[in-house]
């Protein structure tokens, strides 16, 4: 069995597999919860770490862009204001920013469009798997999918460009 070591996120975990215990098989016999709450909640965990692990690669790559002082930066938002403040970044670094956005909005615009709609909201809306779903009115199951099918996609392209993960 997994363990999670932040209490929120196995708040979270806990009501979550709740919710998916009642809403799916809340008809079964009363016998049968513990075992499918069990497998419920080791799923949970399992995706809880899985999404955990893609975007610790995200942040990991966009993090080379962060000044080493601010724990809340996001360059995709403060990309412009970054250029209108004329820090102490060179050209060079600047340059290398630029380009490093351009490819990875390029890698991402290649993408086919459900794995590009999925990523997206995954990762950069921040949706959970659950809403991205709803959003694009499919399967749980294919929202993973897509997700995992775009983020091997842009680690091989942008690796293949020379950018490290």
């Avoid at 709740?18 to 016999?29: I, S, V």
């Avoid at 820090?87 to 600047?94: I, K, N, V």
């Avoid at 993408?111 to 909201?121: I, K, N, S, V, Y």
């Avoid at 990762?123 to 694009?136: I, K, L, Q, R, S």
Wanted: with cysteine; glycine share 4%.
């Amino acid at each position: 069995m997994f363990a999670v070591h932040d209490e929120e996120a196995a708040l979270d975990i806990v009501q979550d597999s709740m919710l998916k215990l009642a809403e799916k098989y809340g008809d079964r016999p009363v016998e049968e919860f513990p075992m499918l709450f069990q497998r419920i909640t080791q799923n949970t965990i399992r995706d809880y770490y899985r999404r955990s692990k893609v975007r610790s690669m995200w942040t990991t790559l966009l993090s080379a862009f962060s000044p080493d002082d601010d724990d809340d930066y996001d360059p995709l938002e403060t990309l412009a204001a970054d250029e209108d403040a004329g820090g102490t970044r060179t050209p060079e670094s600047q340059l290398l920013q630029a380009q490093t956005l351009n490819a990875i909005d390029d890698e991402i615009k290649k993408l086919p469009a459900r794995q590009r709609e999925a990523f997206l909201m995954r990762y950069w809306e921040d949706m959970d798997v659950a809403e991205t779903a709803a959003a694009m009115g499919c399967s749980e199951g294919s929202v993973k999918t897509h997700c995992s099918r775009a983020t091997h996609a842009l680690a091989a392209a942008l690796s293949a460009k020379g950018i490290k993960l």
